[in-house]
């Protein structure tokens, strides 16, 4: 075997293997090629007709792509024109929605709908109903002021009566036994010997 015949690229399937450069090219099939079993022509075209639109169809290929092209560098263009004039894409949004909003303001709908939100505002119906809706809000803030009261007067109640005097002393007397005199202020003497027990009753 031939040496320059063999493959030398250990990756292909054919590695080692004489290959026959005896085959040309030109007996590949062409895909889109007249004649290839896996396009047959349309019915009613013929293969005249269907070259000349091969044909054109390049043709509005290229077109496409030297449009794509022109329309690309217009953009640039265009962009470098207003990074000189100092607009920014903020800058140009907001002029979008500023004049967005002034077309929606003289639009008809909108107009047509102000006329109508102020009719609303001067008919009886509306007047009736915020009557109505400020009484309940009245009535409502005097509710919860009386319902305030009632809980503040329940809990001043609750603490002068017997049974919460008696919890609060009891608390006194075990905060003093475990802080001690210094959660009162007081200041401790070395001579301070109160007796302590060691379960107190509860």
Not at 7 to 25: A, F, Q, R
């Amino acid at each position: 075997m031939d040496p320059a015949s063999q493959d030398i690229n250990l990756n292909s399937p054919n590695k080692g293997l004489g290959v026959d450069h005896s085959d040309s090219l030109s007996d590949v099939p062409v895909e889109g090629a007249v004649g290839n079993s896996a396009n047959p022509l349309p019915p009613g075209l013929t293969e005249e007709e269907a070259e000349e639109l091969r044909i054109e169809l390049t043709k509005v290929e290229e077109e496409i792509n030297t449009l794509r092209q022109v329309l690309s560098a217009k953009e640039r263009h265009a962009t470098e024109l207003k990074r000189k004039l100092g607009l920014s894409p903020l800058n140009e949004l907001r002029q979008n929605l500023t004049k967005s909003w002034q077309d929606v303001q003289t639009s008809n709908a909108y107009l047509s709908a102000s006329a109508t939100l102020d009719d609303i505002t001067r008919s009886e119906a509306y007047k009736k109903t915020q009557e109505t809706l400020s009484q309940a809000g009245q009535k409502t803030s005097a509710a919860l002021t009386t319902v305030g009261t009632a809980i503040s007067r329940k809990l001043g109640d609750m603490r002068n009566s017997p049974t919460f005097k008696s919890f609060e002393d009891k608390m006194g007397n075990l905060k003093y036994k475990v802080v001690g005199p210094r959660g009162n202020g007081e200041a401790v003497t070395p001579t301070d010997t109160t007796p302590t027990q060691e379960n107190p009753p509860f």
